[in-house]
């Protein structure tokens, strides 16, 4: 046993091994960072988005009457529709500006995996429009009169649903990637796929504002986005290889 082996040291080949992996997570840093600075720099997309969530949430108390009852039954699915309507809003320069300008062939050219790329712009996504949409939500909903423990559930639902309409709408928007009219396309794939976010946020809550169990919505909840963190990025990955080709 060497002097390196018995003091903890690195062994040389250790070191070498490491020195891609440590190359990948820079590389990844680098996209990520890249991507919530474009965020910061041109941020109407962000604000596109929230301003939509808001005003669309203020027109249902308008629409549909003063009624405190009312607004509190309906108001989690309001929150959820306008959440899932104004994270749609983005989704088309998702890829697309990448994809115009050559970096998207550059990244696949650094030896990146597609789906690891597809991971880094669907979490950029998160990052700059389901966040704020989450943080937005508060006020909405106390707009709406929800209260009690309508509001945790609303929001644990939201931190769990959110990502979840960002890896599918990453995943619709790397599938019409190139096409022509994909803008208008993308909605048609995203909104029956995100069918069961809303199902299961919306239920757990109208089940906490009735007294009732709503653990399970929230499991179910917890497991679709498992399998949305598994499945969409590698579909999002195949379909940004498929547009480079």
């Known amino acids: 046993m060497n002097a390196h082996t018995r003091t903890g040291a690195p062994l040389p080949q250790q070191g070498q091994a490491l020195r891609p992996a440590v190359r990948f997570g820079a590389a990844l840093s680098a996209l990520l960072a890249r991507d919530l600075r474009l965020a910061w720099r ?22 549909l009457g003063p009624s405190p009852d009312l607004l509190r039954k309906m108001a989690p699915g309001i929150v959820w529709v306008c959440a899932l309507l104004a994270s749609l809003l ?16 550059q990244l696949l050219l650094l030896g990146l995996p597609p789906s690891v790329v ?9 990052l700059t429009t389901g966040l704020p949409l989450l943080v937005a939500a508060t006020p909405l909903a106390l707009m709406l009169d929800m209260r009690g423990a309508d509001l945790p559930v609303l929001l644990v639902g939201l931190a769990l649903g959110t990502p979840c309409l960002s890896l599918l709408g990453g995943l619709a928007s790397a599938i019409v990637l190139g096409a022509r009219r994909g803008g208008v396309l993308l909605p048609l794939l995203v909104l029956p796929l995100a069918t069961p976010v809303l199902i299961f ?18 499991d179910l909840l917890g497991a679709f986005l498992a399998a949305c963190l598994t499945l969409c990025p590698l579909a999002a990955g195949a379909g940004l290889r498929a547009a480079v080709a």
């Open 201 to 218: 946020g919306a239920l757990a809550v109208d089940q906490a504002r009735l007294g009732l169990t709503y653990g399970a919505d929230l």
């Open 90 to 105: 983005p989704l088309d320069r998702l890829f697309g500006a990448e994809l115009e300008d050559g970096a998207l062939d």
């Open 42 to 63: 041109h941020g109407a997309d962000t604000l596109a988005a929230l301003l939509f969530f808001i005003l669309a949430g203020s027109l249902f108390p308008l629409a």
């Open 118 to 126: 597809a991971m880094t712009k669907i979490a950029s996504h998160w």
